[in-house]
């Protein structure tokens, strides 16, 4: 269950579900399809849920609590992705095994909400500290990053947001600069806008793939109409990716904050999957994966000029460029390919809910 996430989101739908499938489960998939405008994927049971969206959550919880009471007979375990459904499954009698997945540091991610006033701020983090205890009490969990140990008293399964790596990709081209996720300020939406003004000159187009937060769209908007770059609004994960083959280089702009500082930049991963150059603000684990591989180049916080810089260096030099490319390949086909981590990832909900496949 989500109502927070897209229900094409790449973690649970492309990943964990797919996995599940795959090794011959059922699986009922609720999400807010009707608000995302989107419908189910044949091969799972959708169920549609509101979208729990800035301050209106409540609606959304009391249907998935809903859902669930009437789903705790009929399924094996449940596995859910958003802090708000701990209180759609809290104290339901006869329930089956509950894990929560936890995707992000809860208590980090409210300073980039700008719907919740400050003064709520600590109260609120408080609260998601203490849902959190409650939570490793009475449920399983699953990481998204090792980082998030730290949070908790307990060793959890870390299912790291790794992606899958194709058999072959083409090399980088020389004319095209992307960026795969969400958009949003503290994500670097108007860097890229300003990226993307810079190297208009140098004919160097600048690609956006992803969902942009209401504060993000009229200034995306007003680029697409002036011709600056072209942004293409969600796409599902496996459309998005192949957007990514030949492109001069993929974009990873994140600010400096603290709920980025711990987490490992998914879009970085899925860049080396397809074989093109990274590019990244100094978030600590980018640095460590981009000089670990020597996959890309690494530029200062909210700095557009060295970002058009670091992309013109590698349209200008192929070999730096395909070199770059190729060893980002290599290092995600050898370690982030998402089979690698599938198998353990389904054993373990196959032990929590008792059955095999």
Not at 33 to 41: D, K, L
Not at 75 to 92: M, N, Q, R, S, T
Not at 190 to 202: G, S
Not at 286 to 295: D, K, M, N, P
Request: aromatic share 8%; glycine share 6%; hydrophobic share 45%.
């Amino acid at each position: 269950m989500t109502v927070v996430h897209h229900p094409e989101d790449a973690r649970i739908l492309h990943r964990q579900i797919r996995a599940l499938v795959d090794a011959g489960h059922e699986v009922t998939y609720a999400a807010p399809y009707t608000a995302r405008g989107v419908v189910p994927r044949s091969w799972v049971t959708g169920v549609d849920l509101p979208r729990a969206a800035e301050r209106r959550r409540l609606a959304a919880v009391r249907a998935a609590r809903k859902l669930f009471k009437s789903m705790r007979g009929k399924v094996d375990l449940a596995l859910i992705h958003d802090p708000e459904l701990l209180f759609a499954v809290a104290g339901v009698r006869r329930r089956p095994p509950v894990v929560w997945d936890v995707h992000e540091d809860t208590p980090a991610t409210l300073s980039l909400k700008p719907w919740l006033p400050a003064f709520l701020r600590p109260p609120t983090r408080f609260l998601a500290r203490l849902l959190e205890t409650t939570a490793e009490r009475r449920l399983h969990l699953l990481l998204a990053e090792a980082a998030y140990a730290g949070r908790f008293k307990q060793q959890h399964l870390v299912v790291p947001n790794e992606t899958w790596v194709p058999d072959r990709v083409s090399q980088p081209g020389d004319d095209r600069v992307v960026y795969l996720g969400w958009l949003s300020e503290a994500r670097g939406v108007q860097e890229a806008v300003e990226v993307a003004r810079l190297l208009q000159p140098h004919r160097v187009a600048v690609e956006l793939i992803g969902y942009a937060d209401p504060q993000s769209r009229p200034l995306l908007n007003e680029a697409v109409a002036e011709g600056v770059l072209e942004w293409r609004d969600f796409m599902p994960n496996d459309e998005a990716l192949k957007r990514l083959d030949g492109a001069l280089a993929g974009l990873s702009l994140l600010h400096d904050e603290p709920n980025y500082r711990h987490s490992m930049p998914t879009k970085i991963v899925e860049y080396m999957a397809h074989g093109i150059p990274v590019i990244t603000t100094p978030s600590p684990r980018a640095v460590e994966l981009v000089e670990r591989y020597q996959c890309g180049l690494v530029v200062p916080w909210q700095n557009p000029q060295a970002v058009a810089r670091a992309v013109l260096q590698l349209r200008d030099n192929p070999f730096e460029r395909i070199g770059t490319g190729g060893r980002g390949y290599a290092a995600a086909r050898a370690n982030h390919h998402w089979p690698n981590s599938a198998r353990r990832f389904v054993t373990q909900l196959e032990a929590w809910a008792g059955v095999k496949s």
